[in-house]
């Protein structure tokens, strides 16, 4: 059973709740879409993913070359010292040098640095599930919390009038002069409940505040959606996980740097073009050479960090199996407490919010009519403000748990905002 909120009381609560003239009603999806465009962790993880593509354009490149200048054979002794002219030896030169790392080192760094971008990405997406889910939940935290406190603003005036009604009956002689204290004692208590919402609705704004802004603040349109929960359809999404699917793009990046390990094996090699000027009266010349890496220590150097990468990727899919136990456990245990909360949703709603409403019915006849207490009516009342307050309170647990489910296991494409 709900009530009407008394204009002397929505009046100023609805004043600051709109947080300023103008302020455009912030629903569900508009809080979502907000949410993608304006959040800085997103837009971090964008530019993560654009030095991750700028790495990957350079990572199969060959070295620069090296450029080489010097002078050979100068004498330092005799007629001729420090002659660059004189001495037939004496040679100013200039050369360049190329080094050409195997192909298959080559193709592993390329392969590793498409992982990272992969891996980036990936990351993105986690970033985006993290931002959709406790955007959802924040917006529907402080729509519960509102909703309680328009039915809290209700019992206000509800009480009132109970209160007056004692009056009457102890001004007609009727009931104990200890009863006038009761309704107080009751709008003490309906006030510390308002307290309590309060604090929970300024908690979720300033959990909304932090993927929305300053938009948190707006009055909230439209209610809760009703996102479709169903087992066998979530359990089959959980390898598909943001989190999870993370795992697939370290496996490439640690299988190419496996890969760029064991091609460290293999020689690399080089090519040097020198040219060589000597004095006037001399010929100049030139030189070519070739240079090949000879790794024939692998047992102490390229063998090690070979077996370290091996040892990495096989953690890597321990650690995998580890938190794909760990999201089964969790999606498990979410969708047992969902059913929880909608099993009670319906029962408060259909049986326990009737029979604190019939109970307060009969003990109020019953009060009026001289054959009750008002401590009894009294301790009805707070029975079914507490059902009543509870049934809202069910209902966003459960909504939020559905979007807890909904936004932590649904595709991208299927969360009901674009990016």
Not at 2 to 23: M, R, T
Not at 88 to 100: L, N
Not at 266 to 275: A, I, K, N
């Amino acid at each position: 059973m709900f009530y009407k909120l008394p204009y002397w009381l929505a009046a100023p609560l609805w004043a600051g709740w709109v947080a300023g003239a103008g302020a455009a009603p912030l629903g569900f999806d508009d809080a979502l879409t907000r949410a993608l465009q304006e959040t800085p962790a997103l837009s971090a993880s964008a530019s993560k993913i654009d030095a991750a593509r700028q790495n990957a354009i350079p990572a199969d490149a060959l070295p620069d070359p090296l450029l080489s200048l010097g002078l050979s054979n100068v004498p330092i002794d005799g007629a001729d010292r420090f002659s660059l002219d004189e001495d037939p030896m004496t040679m100013r030169t200039i050369g360049v040098m190329q080094a050409f790392p195997n192909l298959a080192k080559r193709g592993a760094r390329a392969s590793a640095a498409m992982g990272r971008v992969g891996l980036a990405e990936a990351g993105m997406r986690v970033v985006r599930q993290t931002v959709l889910q406790q955007t959802a939940q924040a917006w529907i935290q402080r729509y519960s919390a509102e909703a309680q406190l328009r039915h809290i603003g209700a019992l206000h005036d509800e009480n009132r009038l109970f209160d007056a009604a004692v009056r009457a009956r102890l001004a007609g002689g009727g009931g104990m002069a200890s009863d006038a204290v009761l309704p107080r004692e009751e709008a003490a208590l309906i006030a510390e409940r308002e307290d309590m919402l309060n604090a929970r609705r300024a908690q979720a704004i300033a959990a909304l505040r932090r993927w929305i802004g300053d938009a948190a603040d707006w009055p909230l349109a439209g209610t809760p959606p009703k996102l479709p929960i169903d087992h066998t359809r979530l359990a089959h999404r959980l390898e598909q996980h943001p989190e999870l699917a993370l795992y697939g793009h370290e496996a490439r990046v640690l299988d190419a740097e496996i890969d760029a390990a064991r091609a460290a094996t293999r020689p690399d090699w080089s090519l040097g073009l020198v040219y060589q000027q000597r004095g006037s009266q001399f010929g100049n010349m030139a030189s070519i050479e070739l240079g090949f890496d000879l790794p024939v220590f692998a047992s102490t150097r390229q063998s090690p960090l070979i077996a370290a990468r091996v040892a990495e990727r096989a953690a890597l899919d321990a650690d995998y199996q580890a938190q794909l136990r760990a999201h089964t456990a969790e999606l498990d245990a979410d969708l047992a407490e969902y059913r929880r909360l909608d099993r009670a949703l319906a029962r408060q709603q259909e049986v326990l919010l009737p029979l604190a409403q019939e109970k307060v019915a009969l003990t109020l006849a019953a009060w009026r009519g001289g054959q009750g207490s008002l401590a009894e009516l009294i301790a009805t009342r707070r029975a079914r403000i507490d059902a009543e307050l509870k049934a809202i309170e069910l209902a966003g647990a459960r909504d939020e748990m559905a979007a807890r489910l909904h936004f932590t296991y649904a595709q991208p494409d299927e969360s009901g905002v674009q990016p």
